[in-house]
């Protein structure tokens, strides 16, 4: 054979190719990565200092590295909410099993939060769970209000309402707020006598949010709370445990500036922690007239006092004011060839030049919070937290003639307030008759809350009290006079009949709220092998005391009321089997009597009292099934909740554009529905997650004796209303959500999130529903056309000199889909009548965040 310079040519080539690729071995490295407690750390970051060669952990928390760096490098893994691990390593071209990385939480003392706060363990906790991990909140929270970052779990309706900065909602398998709990730190914050959560007084408390869960259905909370929906648990941040902090800045559409920074101490040799962070945020809002001003603040200091005892005390708050769309209009009025936007808004116009808001809210509630941490031995702990919460504030709106939202009063679709301001001058010595006023509703709120747990081998026990102590001080008072002189109130307050009320003056009504709340509870859990079990019962007396300032003499001994004691029981129960290392099957039922709420007492705005108020009786079962596995996670689940006896106090507009109220009590309702969620890892760096909630909720009977009051407390009528069959609105009862999250480079992610919405019912109004209709079968609430809406958002993880930054960027409905989030239901039960909240638009925030 002959061998030609280019065969050598070629030979030679090949030789060095070989050559080559064998000098370059590769090194594949794998291990496990796992919290303290033992859960998987999923979407750990792995990678090697000072380059871009890394990996993600998967579903079980391990991971596989593949390089073909030689010689000595480092390590590093990463996670939100974890301190950074470093690990030096000699690649010699092998396969390495690094084994397992345990992972320590970057605060100090969460894990006594994690238990005070009744936190579910996945495969263990026998409910439905949906964990929100920080690095959630931090990559896709965005300028959406905070109750949205829940929005892609099953069972949840979160809305911004009228659209305001803190004026979100969120419903969980069709209850409200006032029937879904809410829990900052293991500790109760629904409203003590509407059971209400005000979301506008938490607005700032994403920035100090580490985590949250929701437990849909009974939840695990061992303390008696009206968890019928589910339970939100919020945890702060506790206390770094090293030393630093961070800056942050973002910027958005329509104005939205934020500002803030977190400094820590870390834990000192003299066992000293303490974290502060203050953030300030502003701008004019997407919905019209809807400028805000916001502060949030927050510190903690912990003392670890010995090896037994650990104290820490928490103060935070988030002092704001915005303007409201208050009111929702007829879809005619949006599309108006006048105005034809969804942001437009009502409730604002012009004074003198200067943006006036006839609705602005404005609270501050700030809550501070003593944990006392004490490991008796190595089997008993016990946890206390004593709480304070003083807050004041309130929200304006119109009094008097009425006159804001009458069209002659309108001048290009706002109302005229320099007209109002003219003719009340006009009127001199008459006084001003049509004014703005404050309803104001401060409170002064502590309360106790301990429980022991008693742990040995199989069994835990546990038990404390629930103390809680609460004042409501209600009134209103002249915000502004609008040109005139004073504001004339005849015979509505009887110690002062005539009542020339100048700005600050109280008037219209005036009285306090008083409840007591005094609880036992206690909990038992087993553990059989691989089976877990629990059972658990709560028993409350909750007291309500009522004076009126105004309606009774101040020598009239009936100004206050006695007290009234209702009794409040619940019992739960359930349990977890695990069938093998992937499957799991899961049940529990309950029962609870919820007490009647204050306005069911006294249903009248006097201190004439419903002694015999029933309490709200529910029932609910659940059974369901989970998968894991390194690849997927998955959960399905199917409830029946039953209600009878529910009160409500509803608020709508009548047909004359006037403010009204219904007290209607004997509501009974049934919500039954399926729910599937999971999260899927089918290759390296790619995270796929979603769901689907599909619920039948309706109303199960019609209404006798509603009384229907008007804006100023007066008893206008008594009438029957016909719900039967009608499902209940304000929630979608279908809802679905895909979400993929992809690192296209090391640090850096894409992730987009589907959300599709759908038997989306309008709320009904209780005035359209008071004739009995013919065939005896009540006309359904007007359904909102379905919706769909696409986010988008990318972070990039990065140094910045020594500086480890963050940058991140959110597009909310990234297509700018028109959709209606909220409806309250007409007269003819179709579009045409219906009231509506538009959502928002496209709406989008960069920000970055630099840790020193």
Do not use: C
């Not at 695990?578 to 919820?594: A, E, K, P, Q, S």
């Not at 529910?646 to 109220?661: L, M, N, P």
């Not at 991140?808 to 239901?825: C, K, M, Q, W």
């Amino acid at each position: 054979m002959r061998i030609t310079f280019k065969t050598l040519l070629a030979a030679w080539i090949l030789t060095l190719i070989v050559s080559g690729v064998h000098g370059q071995r590769t090194t594949q490295l794998t291990g496990t990565i796992l919290e303290t407690g033992g859960q998987p750390v999923i979407g750990a970051n792995v990678y090697f200092q000072g380059t871009t060669i890394g990996t993600v952990s998967d579903l079980s928390g391990n991971f596989t590295i593949n390089t073909r760096l030689e010689g000595e490098q480092t390590l590093v893994i990463s996670s939100v909410g974890f301190l950074t691990i470093e690990r030096n390593l000699e690649l010699t071209g092998a396969e390495v099993e690094l084994g397992t990385f345990e992972m320590e939480s970057d605060a100090v003392g969460l894990e006594e939060v994690v238990v005070f706060a009744s936190v579910a363990i996945d495969r263990k906790t026998p409910v439905a769970v949906s964990n929100i991990k920080p690095e959630v909140i931090e990559t896709q929270l965005g300028m959406q209000e905070y109750p949205e970052i829940l929005k892609s779990t099953p069972g949840i309706y979160a809305t911004k309402q009228g659209g305001a900065f803190g004026d979100s909602r969120i419903n969980i398998r069709g209850f409200n707020s006032r029937y879904s709990a809410v829990m900052i730190n293991g500790v109760p914050v629904n409203d003590m006598e509407n059971r209400w959560v005000y979301w506008s007084n938490w607005a700032g408390l994403s920035d100090v949010t580490r985590t949250m869960q929701v437990q849909r259905g009974l939840g695990a909370a061992r303390i008696a709370i009206p968890s019928v929906g589910g339970t939100i648990n919020i945890l702060t941040k506790t206390t770094d445990a090293e030393r630093g902090g961070n800056v942050y800045y973002g910027v958005g559409n329509d104005g939205y500036n934020k500002l803030g920074f977190t400094l820590s101490s870390g834990l000192t040799d003299n066992n000293w922690a303490t974290t502060i962070s203050l953030s300030k945020s502003h701008g004019d809002g997407y919905v019209d007239g809807t400028q805000f001003e916001s502060w949030s603040y927050y510190l903690n200091i912990s003392k670890m006092v010995n090896d037994n005892h650990r104290l820490a005390l928490s103060l935070f708050g988030a002092p704001q004011w915005h303007g409201q769309r208050y009111d929702k209009l007829p879809i005619d009025r949006y599309k108006s060839p006048t105005i034809n936007s969804i942001r437009y808004n009502a409730d604002w116009g012009y004074k003198n030049g200067q943006v006036f808001y006839i609705r602005r809210n404005y609270y501050h509630k700030p809550m501070g919070i003593l944990n006392h941490f004490w490991d008796v031995n190595s089997q008993l702990n016990v946890s206390t937290a004593a709480y304070l919460s003083i807050g004041t504030g309130g929200g304006s709106g119109p009094l008097g003639v009425s006159k804001f939202y009458e069209p002659e009063y309108l001048r290009e679709n706002q109302p005229d307030i320099d007209r109002i301001v003219d003719e009340n001058m006009a009127a001199g010595a008459n006084g001003s008759e049509t004014i703005l006023r404050n309803s104001v509703n401060n409170h002064f709120w502590t309360g106790l809350l301990s429980h022991a747990r008693w742990t040995r081998d199989w069994l835990v026990i546990s038990g404390g009290i629930d103390l809680r102590y609460y004042v409501g001080e209600h009134y209103r008072e002249v915000a502004d006079l609008l040109g005139g002189d004073y504001y004339l109130e005849e015979d509505v307050n009887v110690n002062n009949p005539v009542n020339v009320a100048y700005k600050g003056d109280k008037i219209d009504y005036y009285d306090d709220g008083i409840v007591g709340w005094y609880g036992i509870f206690a909990q038992g859990e087993a553990t059989f092998g691989l089976l877990d079990a629990f059972v658990s019962t709560s028993l409350s007396n909750k007291s309500y005391k009522r004076k009126d300032y105004f309606i009774y003499l101040d020598s009239d001994p009936a100004q206050i009321s006695r007290w009234y004691n209702f009794i409040g029981f619940s019992a739960k129960g359930g349990a977890n089997y695990n069938l093998t290392d992937y499957h799991n099957v899961f049940l529990n039922l309950g029962y609870f009597g919820n007490q009647p709420d204050f306005r069911t007492l006294f249903y009248n705005y006097t201190n004439d009292a419903n002694a015999d108020a029933p309490n709200e009786k529910v029932s609910s079962f659940e059974l369901g099934y989970g998968y894991r596995s390194s690849y997927i996670s998955a959960n399905v689940n199917a409830y029946i909740t039953t209600w009878s006896d529910k009160s409500r106090v509803i608020s709508y507009r009548d047909a004359t554009g006037q403010d009204r109220f219904a007290n209607m009590t004997g509501i009974n309702a049934r919500h039954l529905g399926v729910e599937l969620d999971f999260v899927a890892s089918p290759v390296s760096k790619l995270s796929i997650n979603g769901m689907l909630s599909v619920g039948d909720w309706r109303w199960r009977k019609d209404l006798l004796d509603v009384q229907f009051f008007d804006d100023n407390q007066n008893l206008i009528a008594t009438e029957s209303v016909y719900i039967k069959g009608v499902h209940v609105g304000d929630a979608a009862q279908t809802t679905a959500a895909l979400g993929l999250n992809y690192e296209l480079l090391a640090g850096l992610r894409l992730g987009a999130n589907y959300n599709y919405y759908d038997k989306l019912f309008s709320f009904f109004d209780p005035e359209s529903r008071t004739t009995e209709p013919e065939g005896g079968k009540n006309q359904d609430a007007w359904k909102v056309p379905d919706y769909h809406l696409m986010d988008l958002w990318l972070s990039y993880r990065f140094n910045l000199g020594p500086f480890r930054s963050t940058l991140v960027g959110n597009i909310n409905n990234l297509f700018d889909t028109e959709y209606i989030s909220d409806a309250e239901d007409g007269a003819t039960h179709d579009w045409q009548s219906a009231q509506v909240f538009y959502g928002w638009g496209r709406s989008w925030i960069i920000s970055l965040r630099i840790h020193f």
